[in-house]
């Protein structure tokens, strides 16, 4: 049987094109934090978010439920970076 080459890849930074920045190190580790730290507290089924800087738990049923407008200034950026 050949050995196999494994890698790890994290899909969210090939999607947005280039390797995670500090910011994205720091986002990532509290929201990880507070993920777990929510679970030790028994609380199950939230979605973990940040909201003016502070951490915030949103039930997964609402969270999925919530549909937002992109708002026309995003989708103008979009198109001039997609050109």
Not at 53 to 63: C, F, G, M, R
């Amino acid at each position: 049987m050949p050995l196999l080459e494994v890698r790890v890849c994290i899909l969210g930074h090939i999607q947005r094109g280039g390797s995670p920045s500090c910011m994205d190190r720091l986002i990532a580790s509290r929201m990880g934090y507070h993920a777990v730290e929510s679970l030790v507290e028994g609380r199950h089924n939230v979605f973990v978010g940040i909201v003016n800087n502070k951490i915030n738990y949103l039930p997964l049923d609402e969270a999925v439920k919530k549909k937002q407008r992109i708002s026309e200034e995003w989708l103008k950026i979009v198109k001039i970076l997609a050109t």
